[in-house]
């Protein structure tokens, strides 16, 4: 589209300028123009490019981290209990599921309320 209106300038000039020396001197100007023009949309189009390049890399850098740091990872939490039978204290896996254990010291079951956390406040 740019060559097609750059060609149709030329003619029109060639037609209306008498003067051959003047029509070359106008086509110069309009090519220096036209290149000046041309010059300044490549570096911007460059600096565009690098700058889209750069936010692309450090988003898939920001997305790689992100999914690293909210990997889920099972978490093991533990209850410190003592035996109602022979107050040995141990440690007890927390499972909202699991309502017994066994001491390891008596081999006595216990039973295990985990309770509402809220209660506990």
């Known amino acids: 589209m740019i060559s097609k209106k750059y060609n149709d300038i030329l003619n029109k000039l060639e037609k209306n300028i008498e003067s051959k020396k003047d029509f070359n001197l106008a086509k110069s100007a309009l090519s220096d123009l036209a290149i000046c023009y041309i010059d300044e949309i490549t570096r911007l189009t460059d600096n565009y490019n690098f700058k889209i390049s750069s936010f692309e890399s450090r988003l898939s850098d920001l997305e790689k981290k ?56």
């Not at 990872?73 to 022979?86: D, F, G, S, V």
């Not at 896996?93 to 390891?104: A, G, L, S, V």
């Open 66 to 121: 992100f999914l690293e740091d909210t990997e889920i990872t099972e978490a093991t939490l533990t209850e410190k209990i003592a035996c109602p039978y022979c107050n040995y204290e141990f440690e007890v896996e927390y499972d909202y599921e699991n309502h017994e254990t066994i001491c390891p010291k008596c081999n006595n079951l216990i039973e295990l309320d985990w309770g509402e956390f809220e209660d506990d406040m």
